[in-house]
């Protein structure tokens, strides 16, 4: 069985871009160029108030026994909705910052680097859905792809660099209609992107 690309995107590094995936197609996101963070989201495509929801997310796959912290199955959407969104069928790294929903904004680089003015994860994202009419309030969690992050001593949130190398993937099998948003992180400053923001790809795909 060969793969039938659909559409193929490259996002430029510090940038964003976002693409329909219809059930039963399969997104993947690629690390091109190397370690470098794919913040995440997805929206039904007919309804973006039903958006992904880490948090639920990573319980209900803990309590299906088909995940951990890190590494997910199956992307559920927010309560009361509550749908499976997508399924990972296939995943190269296996380490992804799943159990928090969180990504880079003003506040986080204020309050951990002192930076009032840099580009962010969340403004990549607003940019990214703004042609499909999402408004900036129902950007929903984030699945930090290719992110691996710790908590330490309860109190101290470590960001160790990518394991992710040139040509990984995971592949994300969309189980409704739904709107990806993917950033390719700008951070230079924490040690997830090695510290060099790098370009990332998406291919929507299907088996012929």
């Known amino acids: 069985m060969s793969r039938q690309v659909l559409e193929s995107v490259t996002i430029p590094k510090c940038e964003g871009r976002a693409v329909e995936v219809r ?27 039903e958006g ?19 590494r997910i199955t199956t992307l ?15 995943d190269s790294v296996g380490v992804h910052f799943a159990w928090n929903g969180g990504r880079c904004s003003p506040g986080v680089y ?36 290719f992110m691996f992050t710790d908590v330490e001593n309860e109190d101290t949130l470590v960001f160790h660099p990518s394991p992710a190398t040139k040509g990984d993937y995971i592949d994300l099998r969309a189980e409704i209609d739904v709107l990806a948003a993917v950033s390719a992180c700008p951070s230079e400053t924490s040690a997830s992107n090695h510290g060099e923001p ?5 291919e929507v795909w299907v088996n012929n």
């Open 76 to 90: 559920w959407s927010r309560p009361p909705y509550e749908r499976p969104m997508l399924t990972v069928i296939d």
């Open 198 to 202: 790098k370009r990332l790809g998406l």
């Open 110 to 145: 204020l309050i951990r680097d002192g930076v009032s003015e840099h580009r962010t994860c969340q403004g990549n994202l607003e940019e990214a859905v703004q042609p499909w009419g999402v408004d900036p309030d129902l950007i929903p969690d984030i699945f930090n792809v």
């Open 52 to 70: 992904y929801h880490a948090g639920q997310t990573v319980a209900l796959n803990m309590l299906a026994g088909t995940g951990t912290m890190r």
């Open 23 to 49: 059930a039963g197609q399969v997104l993947r996101i690629i690390a091109i160029d190397g370690a470098q963070v794919a913040d995440s989201t997805f929206v039904a495509l007919d309804n973006p108030r």
